[in-house]
Every structure is written in structure tokens, then in C-alpha cells.
């Protein structure tokens, strides 16, 4: 799994998109569950936290309390939401990986290189909600 501090680091972030607008509060934070790797965070929307948002990590910067996320505002606010339970099924992250432009491993070309604004790779693969009250339950 992550290590208990980025996870802790994680559950306590900011979110701010790629042109550094804040996005909001981390809620929770979603581990892959083949790479216990964090794979996605649900963070607060909104002036009464009344939103909320799933953002894929995918090449996420954490510095201090302030977790930068590859995606757009704009992007982040339209992304689809379902209520989910202690996982995010991989259903629903295929949605999000269809909205924020991110394509399973084996669908992508090999032979060309990704542009800021091209489709993104990644693994298919389930993901569950890490609590902080748990993150040194959860390490191997």
C-alpha cells in the first residue's frame, strides 16, 4: 500500500487543479486495489461542502498540505458522481477515466507519446476507500 504518511498527507490536502485553482477539501482517498497504490481522492466542492468530486491521482503533486491534481477545474466540476460505498466499482471508475481522458494500459498505443492534452494510461482495476483512523491497519 502507499505509505501511511502520503495517505495521511492525502486525507489532509487541498486540492487545487492543474492551473492552481483550489478545487476543494480531501474527503476521502481511494487505493487501487492490485497496487495498493492511492488511485483516486474524492474531495469537498463547493462554499458549504456540499459538492463533491472524484479525482484520479494520475500524476498528482503532493507538496506540504497542497495535493495538485492534471485536470482542469472545468473538468473536475463536470465529472459524473454516484454514490459509492467502501469502493469505487470499476464501472464507475471507467466513467471517471472516460471524463478525465484516461484510457486502460492495454487500449493505449505504445509506440505514441501523450500530450498535455491527450488521452492519459492506466490499469483497470477496483479501488477501495482508506479512512485515517485505518491507514496503519492497511500496511502490509
Known amino acids: ?4 504518511d502520503v ?12 492551473q492552481g485553482k483550489k478545487v476543494g477539501k480531501v474527503r476521502e482517498v481511494y487505493v ?7 488511485s483516486f481522492v474524492e474531495a469537498f466542492r463547493g462554499f458549504l461542502r456540499m459538492k463533491s468530486a472524484f479525482i484520479p491521482l494520475l500524476g498528482y503533486r503532493l507538496e506540504g498540505k497542497t495535493l495538485t491534481v492534471n485536470y482542469p477545474l472545468d473538468v473536475i466540476a463536470s465529472a459524473p458522481v454516484e454514490a459509492i460505498g467502501k469502493s469505487l466499482s ?24 501523450a500530450a498535455d492534452d491527450e488521452v492519459q494510461a492506466v490499469e483497470k482495476t477496483g479501488s477501495h476507500k482508506v479512512e485515517l483512523d485505518t491507514v496503519d491497519n492497511e500496511v502490509n
Open 90 to 113: 470499476t464501472e464507475y471508475q471507467n466513467t471517471l477515466y472516460t471524463h478525465y481522458k484516461v484510457i486502460a494500459a492495454e487500449e493505449a498505443a505504445p509506440t505514441t507519446p
Open 32 to 38: 487501487d486495489d492490485d497496487s495498493k497504490e492511492p
Open 7 to 18: 495517505l495521511q498527507q492525502l486525507l489532509r490536502a487541498t486540492v487545487v487543479d492543474s
Open 1 to 4: 500500500m502507499g505509505k501511511p
